[in-house]
């Protein structure tokens, strides 16, 4: 089931600058949300409102909400879990170029000041002014193109690794 996080924007960013870099980051997420199975990607673009205006939760300090699919591999990424199986080009690459762009889009890593929201109807409690859905049923949404270059380069850069080996 997709859970929706809230997020706060870089403050050298306006709401519509921060709209694009959010809109140019989902490029880099896309070809790692793919391998990790993410079934679900959306990406809520502020003024954000409450899809049950009756909820109790303040939504005022948050710039967009991200509505996806966690999965196991997912999460291990995020929480740098070592335990579960995956391969070191692959956490390179969460660690060298999506955290590094989360740094500059968000007020921080999103995990530092991520606010997780129950699920809501259709598994959002939060809507917004644009709403962009980057992955459907597990593929790349029609009209979106996914930055995959720079992913290439390291799943080639990783190919013959053996798992754990050249982690760090």
């Not at 003024?47 to 939504?59: C, H």
């Not at 409690?125 to 995959?148: D, H, N, S």
Request: proline residues 4%.
């Amino acid at each position: 089931m997709p859970a929706q996080a809230l997020l706060k924007r870089n403050p050298k960013f306006t709401a519509e600058q921060f709209s694009d870099a959010w809109l140019e980051h989902a490029r880099l997420v896309v070809p790692l949300f793919l391998w990790c199975g993410v079934e679900v990607y959306v990406q809520t673009h502020a003024p954000l409102t409450l899809a049950n205006p009756a909820q109790d939760l303040n939504i005022s300090d948050y710039d967009g909400a991200a509505t996806t699919h966690l999965t196991p591999s997912l999460l291990a990424l995020v929480t740098k879990n070592e335990q579960v199986g995956i391969p070191g080009w692959v956490r390179r690459y969460y660690e060298e170029v999506v955290l590094v762009d989360e740094r500059r889009v968000l007020v921080g890593e999103a995990m530092g000041h991520v606010r997780m929201v129950d699920e809501g109807e259709g598994g959002e409690v939060v809507k917004g002014g644009k709403r962009i859905v980057v992955i459907e049923k597990g593929e790349l949404a029609e009209g979106f193109e996914g930055g995959g270059d720079v992913w290439k380069r390291y799943e080639r850069e990783g190919k013959g690794e053996v798992e754990g080996e050249k982690e760090g």
